[in-house]
């Protein structure tokens, strides 16, 4: 299934295309031709990513996770954005090889997973963010690399099986999280 989306989306795009024409065309086979939608039922299942990719329905996290996997291996510079307790992606202004040090400054524009691939321009979003109070800054909406993006669905993750009541999931992923920021410090 991945190699089939991923062969779907680079066959249709174009490289002389505009940022803002790319996303079109792959928000148009991510949404429309592969049918991803999101949940907002808190079902734990939404959250895995091979339950995703066979029922096509994920939690906004998970799916703006595939999201950004798939704009990636399309060479599209897509990344998630720590923009409070919403969830979106930027289009940052750089090749996705050269993306070394992600900055708030490199952001075209935003994408809302959530809603089928909606574009937001970066003053749309920092002005909601701001008088919705989900951010105190501007300075704090900002894109996160790769590893971050593990980290902060893994905390996701923890926090639905604390939810649902299954204390071993809640211990193991806390294992696998604090390898992980062990493996992630020492890769930065």
């Known amino acids: 299934e991945i190699e089939k989306i991923k062969k779907d989306i680079w066959l249709e795009m174009n490289f002389n295309l505009t940022a803002l024409e790319k996303i079109r065309i792959f928000n148009h086979f991510f949404y429309d031709v592969h ?5 907002y ?10 339950n995703i990719l066979s029922k096509k329905t994920g939690n906004p996290i998970s799916l703006g996770m595939l999201y950004a996997f798939f704009a990636q291996q399309s060479e599209l510079p897509v ?8 969830f979106l992606l930027a289009y ?9 040090d992600i900055q708030k400054n490199n952001v075209l524009f935003y994408i809302d997973p959530s809603n089928n691939g909606n574009l ?6 920092e002005s909601t963010l701001l008088n919705e109070n989900k951010v105190k800054e501007t300075k704090d ?3 996160f690399r790769n590893l971050f993006f593990i980290r902060y669905w893994l905390t996701y993750s923890i926090v639905m099986f604390q939810k649902l009541g299954y ?6 992923l806390q294992l696998v999280w604090k390898s992980f920021v062990e493996y992630a410090m020492s890769v930065e």
Do not use: R
Request: charged share 25%; hydrophobic share 40%; proline share 4%.
């Open 79 to 86: 990344f998630g954005v720590n923009a409070g307790n919403k």
């Open 167 to 172: 204390q071993d999931k809640v211990e193991e």
């Open 120 to 125: 937001l321009d970066t003053n749309t979003v």
């Open 92 to 100: 940052l202004d750089a090749p996705i090889y050269k993306v070394a």
């Open 141 to 143: 909406i900002k894109p």
């Open 41 to 50: 039922d808190f079902k734990i299942q939404n959250t895995f990513l091979n």
């Open 35 to 39: 049918q991803f939608k999101i949940s």
